[in-house]
């Protein structure tokens, strides 16, 4: 759930981000020696948005350029127009905001304002403040010289919201999703390496265990010969380990065999290990009533014969007073 809710908020940031980006399309009149161009802009997070449509007028030039001061209110013959100020971005910006600017610009009667930026920069700012209520964007230093050129009389522009999808929208969810699959993956991966240990780590020896398994040292007349893992001689004073199976090693040789390989014995593959024997469970008839229990008696490493154990068992199932056995019933107790 949480992982679906940040990729929820990381789309809606990108498309928020999408909102904002915009168009200015240069209209100049047929007649003009001046050609349509296009620029790209940023909404400011104040004023009203722009419709889909778009919204069209002509442009002038803010009187003072930074429209820090009160603007020269629009020209009369401009009432029957949209027209939109071009404002340059002001130095300072604690005492001249960009809501001031815009602000200035709604009050001289402007219908949109277009801030480009003062220094050489392609980089597009978001403006914000409150206040203003007519739209505004943002433009490049170059866009705002460009448009310049296509103040009325010479040509009219036209601002709305670009149909394109920018590229942070295809890229947020492919990032996150080759995250969540690299995490997924890096998981799974210790998961696999953590059970490859556990299952390595019981197939070896403990050091607890290797001690269990007795060792001798060697001497001359005794059965053991030769070690299988090196073939080299037992010589007089080796220190040898005798496996279960009776097969025995240089411990030097065995004991890294035994708890970083297998525990199990070099040449016939046997466990070096007790098996775990069960308890047999024994019945006791006592009084017409059968109640049971588990011989302690028998413990790990104890090698006994499943004959013998059946043979013990119904033995002690047996009834002590055997039926053949017993008088005949027409014998009185005298």
């Known amino acids: 759930m949480v992982l679906i809710r940040?990729?929820?908020l990381l789309l809606m940031d990108a498309i928020t981000k999408w909102n904002v980006y915009a168009k200015i399309y240069t209209l100049p009149p047929h007649a003009s020696n001046?050609?349509?161009k296009i620029f790209s802009d940023r909404q400011a997070d104040f004023g009203a948005d722009i419709p889909d449509y778009g919204i069209v007028g002509v442009l002038e030039e803010a009187k003072p350029l930074n429209a820090c001061l009160p603007v020269t209110h629009v020209r009369p013959e401009f009432h029957s127009y949209n027209v939109y100020a071009l404002v340059e971005e002001s130095k300072n910006k604690v005492l001249c905001p960009f809501d001031l600017q815009v602000m200035n610009c709604q009050l001289a009667g402007y219908h949109a304002v277009i801030v480009y930026n003062r220094v050489n920069s392609m980089q597009l700012k978001t403006m914000t403040g409150d206040g203003p209520a007519i739209p505004a964007v943002y433009v490049s230093k170059f866009s705002g010289e460009n448009l310049k050129q296509y103040v009325y009389p010479y040509s009219s522009v036209q601002i709305f919201p670009n149909p394109e999808l920018p590229l942070q929208l295809y890229l947020v969810p492919f990032a996150v999703v080759v995250g969540v699959c690299f995490f997924f993956m890096i998981l799974f991966s210790f998961f696999r390496y953590l059970r490859y240990r556990i299952r390595q780590k019981r197939?070896?020896?403990?050091?607890?265990n290797l001690k269990k398994i007795p060792t001798k040292k060697y001497k001359k007349g005794d059965e053991y010969d030769l070690c299988a893992i090196c073939l080299d001689d037992y010589e007089e004073g080796e220190k040898i380990r005798i496996l279960p199976c009776n097969h025995a090693y240089?411990?030097?040789?065995?004991?890294?065999?035994?708890?970083?390989?297998?525990?199990?014995?070099?040449v016939c593959k046997q466990t070096v290990e007790p098996k775990k024997l069960k308890k047999?469970?024994?019945?006791?008839?006592?009084?017409?009533?059968t109640s049971s229990y588990n011989d302690n008696s028998l413990y790990e490493g104890d090698e006994t014969?499943?004959?013998?154990?059946?043979?013990?068992?119904?033995?002690?199932?047996?009834p002590l007073l055997s039926t053949q056995n017993s008088p005949p019933s027409n014998i009185r107790n005298v």
């Open 305 to 318: 014969n499943e004959e013998d154990d059946t043979d013990v068992e119904s033995n002690e199932r047996t």
């Open 250 to 266: 240089h411990c030097k040789c065995v004991d890294p065999w035994l708890t970083s390989g297998k525990k199990l014995c070099p």
């Open 203 to 208: 197939s070896r020896l403990s050091p607890a």
């Open 280 to 289: 047999p469970r024994i019945d006791i008839i006592d009084g017409g009533s």
């Open 34 to 36: 001046l050609t349509r």
């Open 6 to 8: 940040l990729i929820i």
